[in-house]
């Protein structure tokens, strides 16, 4: 043998098994394409359909939970046995909550009118319930720069009151005399509000005016936090053990109502999600099925040759696992379009591709061509090499 004889096949000794191995799954492709195809195609749509439901489901549950704090506080913090909250808890709400939330302080008093009509008036931080309360229809907000422009009682205060107040009192333009305990302020009807609820029979004023005339602090701080159901109990537990004087309670109707709907949204797109990759997983398992009967003489000439069955189980799995990962990649391309797709044509918004979708994707798409070729991987064990090359 000559010298460069001799270094060709010491480099092929030497090569990586890793080579062959790459070689003959890209052999296998090629030699059946209609097969590969038909079974690359069935996890390119599972792929692509799991993609664009869990996009999404992740958006849509995002944006569900944006509009559902549109609607108001989810907690709602009081003192207990109608007592006052201590001082500073706005301001431990505000730390424990850490940005993802929104907390506003109310006071409340039964005042008289100057003609001895009761009427409820409240002090809160305009800037903050603007925030929180966006479903409230108000014909002008406050800053809290316009309605602290003096605490001194006897100056007239700019006000937020409700449209049935406001009928009540019959003053729309002019000041408003209040009086409480003997002590008297005068407001001036500068925006109303209207809800529908108890916020129409109201007057809001800033709450340093507000206490500044009655003495009376905060006692209702509500709070719209943000995150899943799950996070919002654990604020509401934290809170709790933080102001141990607040009674902290749920805002049923919110909290409820926002389980309700995302508890259905996630229902709906992971039933849809399984059905079609469970039908995947039957295309795909007839596929390996007959790539198994298709290449029997194949298999039973490595076995012939020396090869053993946890190689040849290997160079099978290796087979499905590829073909599941091709799938995965190109149908999770697919996927992000798609869900792009249907949030434009039927939410008319923008849904925003989660790359971190991708490793699921990746991972149950590998698993499924995985578990597809457990059957096929039991029946090439039971392949007999002198039988089958003898044609019986």
Not at 18 to 27: A, G, I, N
């Given at each position: 043998?000559?010298?460069?004889?001799?270094?060709?096949?010491?480099?092929?000794?030497?090569?990586?098994?890793?080579?062959?191995?790459?070689?003959?799954?890209?052999?296998?492709?090629?030699?059946?394409?209609?097969?590969?195809?038909?079974?690359?195609?069935?996890?390119?749509?599972?792929?692509?359909?799991?993609?664009?439901?869990?996009?999404?489901?992740?958006?849509?549950?995002?944006?569900?939970?944006?509009?559902?704090?549109?609607?108001?506080?989810?907690?709602?913090?009081?003192?207990?046995?109608?007592?006052?909250?201590?001082?500073?808890?706005?301001?431990?709400?505000?730390?424990?909550?850490?940005?993802?939330?929104?907390?506003?302080?109310?006071?409340?008093?039964?005042?008289?009118?100057?003609?001895?009509?009761?009427?409820?008036?409240?002090?809160?931080?305009?800037?903050?319930?603007?925030?929180?309360?966006?479903?409230?229809?108000?014909?002008?907000?406050?800053?809290?720069?316009?309605?602290?422009?003096?605490?001194?009682?006897?100056?007239?205060?700019?006000?937020?009151?409700?449209?049935?107040?406001?009928?009540?009192?019959?003053?729309?333009?002019?000041?408003?005399?209040?009086?409480?305990?003997?002590?008297?302020?005068?407001?001036?009807?500068?925006?109303?509000?209207?809800?529908?609820?108890?916020?129409?029979?109201?007057?809001?004023?800033?709450?340093?005016?507000?206490?500044?005339?009655?003495?009376?602090?905060?006692?209702?701080?509500?709070?719209?936090?943000?995150?899943?159901?799950?996070?919002?109990?654990?604020?509401?537990?934290?809170?709790?053990?933080?102001?141990?004087?607040?009674?902290?309670?749920?805002?049923?109707?919110?909290?409820?109502?926002?389980?309700?709907?995302?508890?259905?949204?996630?229902?709906?797109?992971?039933?849809?999600?399984?059905?079609?990759?469970?039908?995947?997983?039957?295309?795909?398992?007839?596929?390996?099925?007959?790539?198994?009967?298709?290449?029997?003489?194949?298999?039973?000439?490595?076995?012939?040759?020396?090869?053993?069955?946890?190689?040849?189980?290997?160079?099978?799995?290796?087979?499905?696992?590829?073909?599941?990962?091709?799938?995965?990649?190109?149908?999770?391309?697919?996927?992000?379009?798609?869900?792009?797709?249907?949030?434009?044509?039927?939410f008319h918004a923008a849904v925003m591709p989660r790359f971190s979708v991708l490793p699921i994707i990746l991972t149950g798409s590998m698993a499924v061509t995985l578990v597809s070729a457990i059957l096929p991987i039991s029946l090439l064990r039971r392949v007999q090499p002198a039988v089958i090359l003898r044609g019986e």
């Amino acid at each position: 043998m000559s010298h460069q004889a001799r270094d060709i096949a010491a480099r092929r000794a030497h090569a990586p098994h890793s080579s062959m191995l790459l070689r003959m799954l890209v052999r296998a492709a090629i030699l059946r394409r209609g097969r590969a195809a038909s079974a690359l195609f069935a996890m390119v749509v599972a792929a692509a359909v799991a993609t664009a439901m869990l996009n999404l489901y992740v958006d849509v549950q995002a944006k569900l939970r944006r509009e559902f704090r549109n609607y108001g506080a989810n907690i709602i913090l009081v003192g207990k046995d109608g007592a006052s909250l201590p001082a500073g808890s706005l301001e431990r709400v505000d730390s424990l909550l850490a940005g993802h939330g929104v907390a506003a302080p109310f006071a409340m008093v039964v005042a008289r009118t100057a003609d001895g009509q009761s009427i409820v008036v409240a002090g809160t931080d305009f800037d903050r319930v603007r925030q929180l309360d966006k479903w409230w229809s108000v014909s002008r907000w406050l800053s809290d720069a316009e309605a602290i422009a003096t605490t001194e009682p006897e100056k007239e205060h700019a006000a937020l009151i409700g449209v049935r107040a406001l009928q009540a009192v019959g003053q729309k333009h002019h000041s408003i005399e209040l009086s409480f305990q003997e002590r008297t302020l005068h407001v001036i009807p500068a925006g109303t509000v209207q809800t529908g609820a108890a916020e129409d029979n109201r007057i809001y004023l800033a709450l340093p005016v507000f206490t500044a005339w009655t003495g009376v602090p905060s006692s209702t701080i509500e709070v719209a936090a943000s995150g899943s159901p799950e996070e919002v109990s654990t604020i509401m537990k934290q809170l709790a053990q933080e102001i141990p004087a607040a009674d902290v309670r749920p805002v049923r109707q919110i909290m409820e109502g926002e389980a309700r709907v995302l508890g259905k949204t996630r229902a709906t797109l992971l039933a849809a999600a399984v059905l079609i990759i469970l039908t995947a997983a039957l295309c795909v398992l007839s596929t390996l099925m007959g790539w198994v009967f298709d290449r029997r003489r194949d298999f039973a000439i490595m076995k012939a040759l020396g090869a053993s069955g946890r190689l040849l189980n290997g160079f099978f799995a290796a087979e499905a696992a590829a073909l599941g990962a091709t799938g995965a990649l190109i149908g999770f391309l697919l996927g992000i379009g798609i869900a792009a797709w249907i949030g434009r044509a039927n939410f008319h918004a923008a849904v925003m591709p989660r790359f971190s979708v991708l490793p699921i994707i990746l991972t149950g798409s590998m698993a499924v061509t995985l578990v597809s070729a457990i059957l096929p991987i039991s029946l090439l064990r039971r392949v007999q090499p002198a039988v089958i090359l003898r044609g019986e």
